[in-house]
């Protein structure tokens, strides 16, 4: 009897202790959007690298009992956090991107990086709408209206500063928008342009010399650090990246940094953005606010950048195609395909591929220096 | 939304697009006078880019038929032949119609260049 006895207890305390006993309604919930958002990551394709990441890492601090969360004290999630907490992840994802950069359109015609400064509206506008529901504090406001410069490590570092216990919703924002760039964009982008501007085909780009692609990550470092010393860290790291790619010395260094050292980040970034996203803090109405607000910052950045690009094609006569204009909200490649495709619908012979990676490279500076002044005015 | 809301929010809207158009204007006009340097040095001048006017691609020779031109030699016999029979097999069998000329269109790239591009881009 006293076997049985014991036998009984133990299982009741296994049981007890159990997920199936400890769980609540909202870990419920946030393992189901977990498994939504890992079907739009592995069946839809949606931004795989990071949103599968960031699903599990969801899945795991809506785990009850398991301590998986980033906000608790202890364990393996907790550490890996302390990267985005500290912001070092999103620099070291720069640096692989600098890796991967190639200025070279951008220095050909550096006027696309007007309308990389024109696509950043979007964070601006945004955060004005924020502070206008009058839920957010101006930090989150902030936090939020980053998600319009399209640019997943610059959002992660600003909101990691501002609002850290935002990160989950912004982070499944802007990396869900990112992935449906090539569904938002077009229908504003040919909402504000006429059949014949979408026609224009540009003069082809000059060629760009080694010295001028060695000079200018290291111009731009200066020029942007010296002005707005908060983006430092993001520029900074982006155009050694860059410069490590381009002086063709160190090319060892350039590949691990690319290849495994980013495909390292990426993991602990995601996951551990993931796993701030737990019950309490994702299921509010500020979430909802957070999605709905995050695609109008999409919006308005790509009708900024398109506008800017009408502006140029009336002053250049004619010879600048607006829709290279929406590509300036970074999201690179993704955005730059879009003008592409969308031109080359209008005219099959149009190739605005490389013109459109101009202003899309320039959207990475433009967002990480809108970064550097948010962070500075709002700190 | 509060007065010093509304304030701290024009304040930061303004402050963020002046600081970004400065910087990248500045950044701009950096690259570009580097850019200038580069050429002139490199002994090219901007003469070359001014000459260098690339023409937009019109569509295929379907769309030509009405313009003018006269058709004389074998050769271009031969080439009349050709593109009838592919215009005969993209309208498909039972529609009738006459090649009144042909005109060739002027080119920004060459054909196969034009190809590579659009196999190169086309997963984009």
């Keep these: ?379 | 939304m509060s007065p010093e809301s509304l304030e701290l929010s024009l304040v930061v809207i303004l402050t963020g697009l002046v600081v970004v158009f400065a910087a990248l204007i500045g950044l701009t006009a950096l690259i570009w006078a580097f850019g200038k340097i580069f050429t002139t040095i490199s002994g090219k001048g901007s003469k070359g880019d001014k000459n260098e006017k690339v023409e937009a691609p019109k569509a295929e020779t379907k769309s030509t038929p009405t313009v003018s031109a006269a058709v004389t030699t074998d050769e271009e016999d031969d080439v009349v032949a050709a593109i009838s029979a592919a215009v005969a097999c993209m309208l498909g069998s039972g529609k009738g119609f006459v090649v009144r000329s042909i005109r060739r269109v002027k080119e920004s790239r060459p054909v196969w260049a034009q190809a590579g591009l659009l196999e190169n881009t086309k997963p984009f």
């Design chain 1, 1 to 379: 009897m006293m076997i049985v006895d014991k036998f009984v207890a133990a299982v009741q305390g296994i049981l007890q202790n159990s997920g199936f006993v400890n769980v609540t309604w909202q870990q419920l919930v946030m393992i189901g959007i977990a498994c939504v958002l890992l079907y739009l990551a592995i069946a839809r394709g949606f931004e795989p690298l990071l949103l599968l990441p960031i699903a599990f890492g969801m899945l795991l601090a809506n785990l009850p009992l398991a301590n998986l969360a980033a906000s608790s004290e202890t364990g393996l999630i907790h550490y890996l956090y302390m990267g985005v907490k500290l912001g070092i992840y999103p620099p070291l994802i720069f640096l692989g991107i600098g890796c991967m950069t190639d200025f070279g359109p951008l220095i050909a015609n550096p006027k696309g990086f007007l309308l990389g400064a024109a696509a950043q509206l979007g964070i601006f506008l945004t955060f004005f709408g924020a502070m206008a529901l009058g839920i957010f504090s101006p930090a989150e406001a902030a936090s939020i209206g980053i998600i319009g410069g399209a640019d997943g490590p610059t959002a992660i570092y600003v909101t990691s500063i501002l609002a850290p216990h935002l990160l989950g919703p912004i982070a499944v924002a802007a990396y869900s928008y990112m992935a449906l760039v090539p569904i938002i964009q077009p229908p504003i982008m040919k909402l504000l342009t006429t059949k014949k501007e979408r026609q224009v085909v540009m003069t082809q780009l000059r060629p760009v010399s080694r010295t001028e692609k060695i000079i200018f990550p290291i111009l731009v470092t200066i020029v942007v650090s010296f002005l707005v010393p908060d983006a430092a860290s993001l520029v900074g790291m982006l155009m050694l990246g860059n410069l490590m790619r381009e002086s063709g010395v160190v090319e060892r260094l350039s590949k691990t940094a690319q290849n495994e050292l980013m495909n390292i980040i990426t993991i602990f970034l995601g996951v551990s953005v993931g796993a701030t996203a737990t019950g309490e803090v994702f299921l509010s109405p500020q979430t909802l606010a957070i999605i709905c607000l995050g695609l109008v910052a999409f919006g308005f950045g790509t009708a900024g950048g398109v506008l800017f690009g009408k502006l140029m094609y009336i002053f250049s006569k004619g010879k600048v195609n607006p829709l290279i204009g929406s590509a300036g909200v970074s999201a690179v490649p993704m955005a730059a395909r879009v003008s592409q495709k969308v031109g080359q619908k209008e005219n099959p012979g149009n190739f605005l591929l490389m013109h459109a990676m101009g202003p899309n490279v320039a959207g990475v500076i433009g967002s990480a220096v809108a970064a550097g002044v948010l962070i500075a005015v709002l700190k």
